[in-house]
Antibody, heavy 121, light 107 residues
């Protein structure tokens, strides 16, 4: 079964850091680009970041550029999101999603169940 | 950035109704558009890719059309399990952008 499982969410103070992880299974992880998508409470979906299969190219939403870093370890079938300088506006459910291709231009065909990040003092 | 304007933001419909949701792109995106369904507390699920291709396992009552700047998701006969929120996503250019969502509620 193709599966993505996120972890690492929690409650964090403004200005602090958090690292999210996403473990892939049931497919050849390094055949696919990957994304992070978030959803603030009661709001719509917001794309956060994407990375190609090799990790050679990355992209970010303007709202997180310079604060968040996406990376992957294909040997561990894992995707990461390092989040620095967190603000309350980063409070959301964070989803890991598989791109339908090895680049990151084909939309997302598999999603994890999400991990919740709450930024509050 | 490419803005995606989705309409309506919500609608009420009955089982068996035909439902149409529209997304308009602020610039041409060819057919680089997907449609997703999300139920409360769940992850999104892809229904349509490349504007009009049905994702494997998705019922044939869902269909998509359009190209360039105007796109439509149609549910031909609404079923009880279809009450959910629907989003479009453009993946033609970065940053990727979602529409604001359409909540389909029971009339």
């Amino acid at each position: 079964e193709v599966q993505l499982v996120e972890s690492g969410g929690g409650l964090v103070r403004p200005g602090r850091s958090l690292r999210l992880s996403c473990a892939g299974s049931g497919f050849t992880f390094d055949d696919y680009a990957m994304h992070w998508v978030r959803q603030a409470p009661g709001k719509g979906l917001e794309w956060v970041s994407g990375i190609t299969w090799s990790g050679g190219r990355t992209a970010y939403a303007d709202s997180v550029k310079g604060r968040f870093t996406i990376s992957r370890d294909n040997a561990k079938n894992s995707l990461y999101l390092q989040m620095n300088s967190l603000t309350p506006e980063d409070t959301a459910m964070y989803f890991c999603a598989r791109d339908a291709s090895s680049s990151y231009v084909s939309g997302m065909d598999v999603w994890g169940q999400g991990t919740t990040v709450t930024v509050s003092s | 950035d490419t803005q995606m304007t989705q309409s309506p933001s919500s609608l009420s419909a009955s089982v068996g109704d035909r439902v149409t949701i529209t997304c308009r792109a602020s610039q041409g995106i060819r057919n680089d558009l997907d449609w997703y369904q999300q139920k409360p507390g769940k992850a999104p699920k892809r229904l349509i890719y490349a504007a009009s291709s049905l994702q494997s396992g998705v019922p044939a009552r869902f269909s998509g059309s359009g190209s360039g700047t105007e796109f439509t998701l149609t549910i031909s006969s609404l079923q009880p399990e279809d009450f959910a929120t629907y989003y479009c996503l453009q993946h033609n250019a970065y940053p990727l952008t979602f529409g604001g969502g359409t909540k389909v509620e029971i009339k």
